[in-house]
């Protein structure tokens, strides 16, 4: 394995100079871009969904734009839109936002939802099409989301096909009150976010997550991938389980953990570092589920329990 894995932890490091007390949320973000994957974060205003995703851009040296998600925004705001030139009688491609490396998505669950499908093609495809033709999306390309909890004001549901394109669903949570004094401490004369500088370059990124691949997971552990998934599919307490999609993450994910720490080969604690992460945005709780104040993370947390984690 080539030193290219030893800067995922010094991207990591950068970012936690302005995101303080989140190891684990930072970790995850940078185990999604591995895996070529997009992230969903969730929280309450004013934690840092935002600071989150701008530091990661900017650690990672990559174009970057930022789209802010409202009622009236329309597809073609986030694709890009054809133009009439009168010089050359010609029709000529404006791209939009999402033409960049790293996309900010903010407060996505604020449009609704014909603008949110406007993202399905490139977060799975990495392209765009408009007008007929077919644009590709520069690489690395992903699409970091922030949204506040639905029962906000001014909130839409994002539909099940999209939130199935997300790699992982993030909460960032409030900070203890050690980690807040740091923070007060640092963003007092300046905010870190300012000053930070990139530590790596498309290039590298595009690099790790090709090595990502090269990682090595054994068939026991995809079966107990399966498994899962497979079970979360005839749970009573979930509606709509886990898709072939998310086992094909969840391996990603798996290998991305690995890689991390510089093994070239998969445990089963990979897989339980990123399962939560990876597979709870995914599952629709039963209305009866609902009822009872289940979580889908504890709904999870029970069909895992149901599997013999293999030994390998």
Known sequence: MSPAWQIAARVVSNVEQVIIGKHREVELTMLALLCKGHILIEDVPGVGKTALAKAVA???????????????????DVTGVSIYN????????????????????DEINRAPAKTQAALLEAMEEKQISVDGKTYPLPSPFMVI??????????TYNLPEAQLDR??????IGYPNMSDEKRMATCYIEQNPLKSLTPVTD?????????????VKIHKDLISYIIEINDGTRKDNNIALGASPRATLALIRATQAAA?????DYCIPDDILRVIQPVLQHRLILSPEARLNKLTAQKALAKIITKFRVPIL
């Open 202 to 214: 498309g290039k590298t990124i595009a690099l790790m997550q090709q090595e990502v691949k090269q």
């Open 86 to 105: 009168q010089k050359n009688s010609e029709f000529e491609f404006r791209s939009g936002p999402i033409n960049a490396q790293i996309v900010l998505a």
């Open 259 to 263: 890689y991390s720490v510089n093994r």
């Open 145 to 154: 989301a922030t949204q506040n909890p639905i029962d906000y004001l001014g």
């Open 166 to 171: 997300f790699l992982m669903k993030l909460s």
């Open 58 to 76: 900017r650690s990672l040296g990559c174009t970057f734009k930022r789209i802010q998600f409202t009622p009236d925004l329309l597809p073609s």
